[in-house]
């Protein structure tokens, strides 16, 4: 791999721009109003290159270049007003206003031909392999809230909420969808029966809410039924239909109900424990259809299924020593997630998504495998052993045979915990994650184990391995070799000869662990000390190196490259490890408050 990436280079540029203004006026007293503005922009460039004088790439050099410019203008409104009476009562009523306007837009070329490594561009190509452009894809929120909040001699808490949300993403007529929230939340720590252990009991708060939130996470334009130029009609450019289009799209809702306790000790120690359950109705999905009433595009995204989320989350953060100007902090968290799809489309209870060896069941979790089940190597003559739907033994494999195996790439267990070590303004911090009992199908393996049918990949050193003789079934999983012939072969139902080793290659044997333990960051930070930034006329001043994907520790049957990367396949290629960064934050002019300036370079990736 480090071969390949040497000799067929990609490489990433990112500038970003991300500022904001915002102003507070006093209208009353307890009433203000606040009205914030923002822009967030970035500008990304990729250039890749196929050198010539590599042998994989058949003398034959290739370059590439993509642009793209992305730019998001917020706008946030909001007035308050706080009063309380007899300083028992408090009340803060809130209504808001916010707004997103986001643009996009792309361009990129593939070249081919070049014959030079040090002339590989696209300027010194002979041909165009590919091109594409972007010239808008856009969308825009408009939201409109209020929020009100009582709190009684700071025991009780209640909270009510609710807002309208509107998205360019929906046809017009389904354009805006309501939400609502309640809460309350009760400080024991606050009760008289509690005083006398305030000097250890810094926290003890019981809160429970429920409420509905939306999601419009779907393509920009996806109501639309469009057409699409650049199809090539007799050497002339011409249109084409290019989606369908559904302009009864609407707002995804998720019911979400908590149930929260959180504790405090000695000012050292919190424990923050929560339970929650969410309903998840009105589901955006790309739901399949008949080519011959969908005038040949096969699906359409509609609101359609159901889906449940159960689950506790446990936090845990403290300070183990502090002494002085030195303080020794930790922090844990572990989560668990119980997911079940409840409703699919149509009256459909399962569906089986393409070439993805995955399946959509009522009654069962998002992400679980649907696949032909291993048996193992024949011992007479080394052929390759499937398990049949109801468990019994074939040499035949079949598509009825598929079952559902009850893992899934999604992750029921989930964690992390970290470290800090500070002192006089110096910290030095880690943060590890981990990931349990989340699936991957090894793709590589597919390939690299293919007994040769696929030329253009090495053969891994496990196939030396391969059934050979009777009794070689104990220590193997590969079948037999052959070298040619009907031998090689197995007719399916529908009548195609496939080969065994592709056919070995489509079970469970491939379905691997891919959980795994990281160390997501190490940062060494120093703030400047006040001597320090009054000499340079600014209020802060933080500098800090960044050391990311430091190592990962994964399973022992997982063996790519990142465990964490990909869904449901492991991808080929190894994800962007970023080695160092250099931080550089001044936070506010002395003389202009308004001012927020943040630089940030990156020294390396790979």
């Known amino acids: 791999p480090l071969e390949w990436l040497e000799n067929n280079p990609l490489t990433y540029k990112k500038y970003k721009l991300f500022t904001s203004l915002f102003a507070d006026f006093a209208i009353l007293p307890g009433l203000t109003f606040r009205t914030q503005g923002g822009v967030d922009y970035s500008h990304v460039t990729a250039f890749s290159q196929s050198f010539p004088s590599y042998a994989p790439n058949l003398e034959e050099g290739k370059a590439s270049r993509t642009t793209s410019d992305a730019m998001s203008l917020s ?250 100007d030195f303080m020794w902090s930790l922090n844990a968290n572990v989560s668990y997630n119980r997911n079940r799809i409840t409703e699919l489309y149509n009256g459909v209870t399962e569906y089986e998504a393409a070439n993805t060896n995955t399946k959509l069941v009522v009654g069962h979790p998002v992400g679980e495998f649907y696949i032909n089940r291993f048996a193992g190597v024949n011992p007479a003559n080394g052929d390759a052993l499937w398990y049949t739907a109801d468990g019994e033994l074939t040499n035949v494999l079949r598509e009825s045979d598929k079952v559902l195996v009850g893992k899934s790439y999604f992750a029921p267990w989930q964690g992390g915990f970290g470290t800090s070590l500070a002192w006089k303004g110096l910290s030095l911090s880690a943060q590890f994650s981990w990931v349990a009992d989340r699936w991957m199908i090894n793709n590589d393996r597919y390939f690299d184990e293919s007994n040769g049918r696929f030329q253009v990949y090495n053969q891994s050193r496990r196939l030396l391995d391969r059934w050979k003789k009777p009794g070689d079934e104990a220590t193997t999983t590969i079948p037999a070799f052959y070298s040619g012939g009907a031998s090689s072969y197995q007719s399916l139902p529908n009548g195609v000869q496939e080969s065994i080793y592709t056919m070995w290659g489509m079970s469970d044997l491939r379905v691997v662990n891919s959980s795994f333990f990281r160390c997501t960051q190490i940062s060494l930070t120093w703030n400047a000390p006040k001597k320090v930034t009054q000499a340079m006329r600014i209020s802060d001043l933080m500098v800090s190196a960044n050391l990311g994907n430091v190592f990962v520790i994964a399973s022992k049957a997982f063996d790519g490259f990142d465990p964490e990367l990909g869904d449901s396949v492991m991808p080929r290629l190894p994800g962007s490890v970023q080695i160092v960064v250099v931080q550089m934050t001044k936070l506010s002019l002395l003389r202009s408050r308004w001012l927020s300036l943040h630089r940030s370079s990156c020294i390396g990736n790979l």
Do not use: C
């Not at 007899?86 to 986001?102: A, M, P, R």
């Not at 969308?139 to 309208?164: D, M, Q």
């Not at 008949?290 to 299924?305: A, I, K, L, M, Q």
């Open 75 to 324: 706008v946030t409104n909001t007035l308050n007003y706080a009063f309380d009476i007899d300083k028992v009562h408090d009340f803060h009523f809130l209504l808001g206003q916010e707004g997103v306007n986001y643009h996009y837009e792309a361009f990129n070329i593939g070249t081919a031909g070049q014959t030079n490594d040090k002339l590989t561009d696209i300027s010194t190509a002979s041909r165009v392999t590919s091109w594409g452009s972007t010239k808008d894809s856009d969308y825009a929120f408009l939201s409109f809230f209020a929020r009100g909040e009582y709190n009684y001699a700071n025991k009780y808490y209640g909270e009510a909420s609710v807002r309208t949300d509107g998205s360019s993403r929906f046809g017009k007529n389904n354009r805006w969808a309501a939400f609502w929230a309640v809460g309350g939340m009760w400080d024991a720590r606050n009760e008289d029966f509690l005083s006398s252990s305030r000097n250890w009991l810094t926290t003890a708060q019981v809160a429970l809410n429920t409420g509905t939130s939306g999601n419009s996470s779907i393509p920009n334009y996806e109501h639309f039924s469009l057409v699409v130029g650049g199809a090539d009609y007799v050497g002339q450019s011409g249109m084409v239909p290019s989606q369908l289009g559904n302009e009864e799209l609407t707002w995804e809702t998720t019911w979400s109900t908590n149930l929260a306790f959180r504790a405090g000790f000695w000012s050292r120690l919190n424990v923050d424990l929560e339970f929650y359950h969410k309903k998840t109705y009105n589901m955006l999905m790309e739901v399949p259809l008949s080519y011959t009433t969908s005038n040949g595009f096969g699906y359409r995204w509609d609101n359609v299924g159901g889906m449940r989320n159960q689950g506790v989350e446990l936090n845990l953060d403290g300070i183990a020593l502090m002494k002085g």
